[in-house]
Structure formats: C-alpha cells, structure tokens
C-alpha cells in the first residue's frame, strides 16, 4: 500500500483569488480593514479560527470565531453567485491519474471543510480519485498530525508507505509529526526554503518533477 495525501488550495487547486475576497468580506463584515493579500495568502492552510488568530494575534477569540463565521458566509455566498474559482493547476489532472494507474492510493488532508471540499473536487472531475478525505470539520488545524493519522487509518497504510505533499509548513510539520515523508511544492504559498526548514525532504517545481520522485 502507498498512499499519497494532498493538500488542496495551494497544491491541488489555485483558489487564492476566492479565498482573499471572501476574507477581505468577512473583516468587512465585522468593520474592520482587511489584512494585506500577502498576510492572507500565508495563513492558507490553518484552519479557520487559527488563521485569523494569525492574522490578528492581539485580539480576543471572540472575534476570531466570528471572522471565522464570517468567511464561511461570505465564501457560501460567492459560491451560489458563481464567483468562485478554484482550477487545478496545470498538470495536476494527468499525474493524479498516473499516480492512481500506478498503484497509489490517494488522500486529501485540508483546512477546507467537508463541504468545501467536495465541491472543489466535484467541480474539477477529480472526486473519485481519492479514498481518505481528511478536513479541518473533524480535526484540529494542521500542523496537528490529527489528519494524517485518520488517512492512514482510511487507507490502512503504514507510516513509511506514505508521503505528504503540499505547499507549507503547516503541511510540512504535520508530515513530520505523524512519521511520514514530506515532499513540498513551490507552486503555493509558502516558500521553498520554508518548507525545507519545517520537514519537507526535496520542494518540486512541476507536477512532472513530482510524478518523477513519486514514481521513482
């Protein structure tokens, strides 16, 4: 058994567009600015609450589960109005693909919710590739090593036939708190050095690079 989990906005789909308007609405919402895209885009991977607990460090938890509230509104909303984009990277559908026809059996560990992630899937025709789907409804944020474990669960894999890969060190650190490889993606949002700092063993620059080092 190999199992490979992803992580989803960032390593799988570009959804940062979507994901700053609908927190630019959310800090709205409660009549306060909005980060920098920068601050947001960095915090990408936490779930809800822990994010804006990174964005706003010095304030009350109180507001940070209501921004948390907030965002999930706003994201809801943008989804029924058609607003929200969340494409595959380029080449991601093929090596999917050949990683499933090779024998991998796939995961997704995200600070999506259930909900979330099922449409972004079902949207990208890439649902019924994958066995474990692992969210930020039933876990603590990464890099908690919560998700990884239930995956391997799923999956009945053992620690040293898996592999993380995404594109931060929150996925990086899960990674390395649950035993398993780590292998980072420099197409996301945090930067390679980051992710060899927190764990991760070799950061690709293409979805062939990594079909490569997976295949290997």
């Known amino acids: ?19 700053c308007e609908a927190m630019e609405a959310a800090f709205a919402r409660q009549n306060l600015p909005a980060p920098p895209r920068v601050a947001i885009r960095r915090a990408v991977g936490l779930s809800l609450p822990q994010a804006m607990r990174r964005l706003l460090p010095d304030e009350a938890d109180e507001l940070h589960l209501a921004l948390a509230e907030s965002y999930k509104l706003a994201f809801r909303t943008a989804r029924s ?18 990683l499933a026809d090779s024998g991998w059996t796939l995961g997704v ?10 449409h972004c899937l079902a949207d990208n025709g890439i649902a019924d590739l994958f066995v474990t789907l692992q969210t930020a409804d039933r876990h603590p944020s990464k890099p908690h090593p919560a998700m990884l474990q239930a995956a391997l669960a799923d999956a009945g894999a053992g620690e040293q036939d898996a592999v993380m890969i995404g594109d931060t060190s929150f996925d990086m650190q899960m ?21 060899l700092a927190a764990g991760a063993e070799v950061v690709v620059e293409t979805p062939e690079q990594l079909g490569k080092v997976l295949l290997a």
């Open 81 to 98: 109005d058609g607003r929200v984009s969340q494409p595959l990277f380029p080449g991601i559908p093929e090596l999917l693909r050949r």
């Open 175 to 195: 990674a390395r708190d649950a035993g398993v490889r780590a292998i980072g993606v420099d197409w996301g949002y945090h930067l390679p050095r980051e992710l």
């Open 109 to 118: 560990a995200t600070g999506m919710s259930d909900r979330g992630l099922a």
């Open 1 to 19: 058994m190999k199992l490979a989990v992803f992580d989803c906005d960032g390593t799988l789909v570009d959804g940062q567009a979507s994901i």
